[in-house]
């Protein structure tokens, strides 16, 4: 009897170790998946920023080229008004 009850205590004891092995191995993983987490928000968080910074220059750059096309057009304009004057004071 004594001896029943020593074995079931070292079986109980290498069940509780490995039961702490488990739960060790299961808070490591969460500690893993915790710090993978927060490095995908500051990821994520990032590639926001960046997303906005290029919206940002791209308006910046439409409203530049919208520009340099009016300025190209009132170019175009002037360039016909001294084609006509040139072509009165040729005549």
Do not use: G, H, P, W
Request: aromatic letters at 4%; charged letters at 25%.
């Amino acid at each position: 009897m004594a001896d029943e009850c020593v074995e079931d205590t070292n079986t109980s004891r290498d069940i509780v170790f490995k039961i702490y092995d488990e739960v060790s191995m299961i808070a490591d993983l969460t500690a893993q998946i915790s710090t993978a987490s927060e490095q995908q928000s500051v990821v994520s968080n990032e590639i926001s920023q960046n997303i906005i910074r290029i919206n940002t220059i791209s308006n910046s750059n439409l409203e530049q080229a919208n520009i340099v096309s009016q300025e190209a057009a009132d170019i175009e304009e002037r360039t016909k008004v001294l084609r006509s004057m040139m072509l009165t004071f040729n005549k």
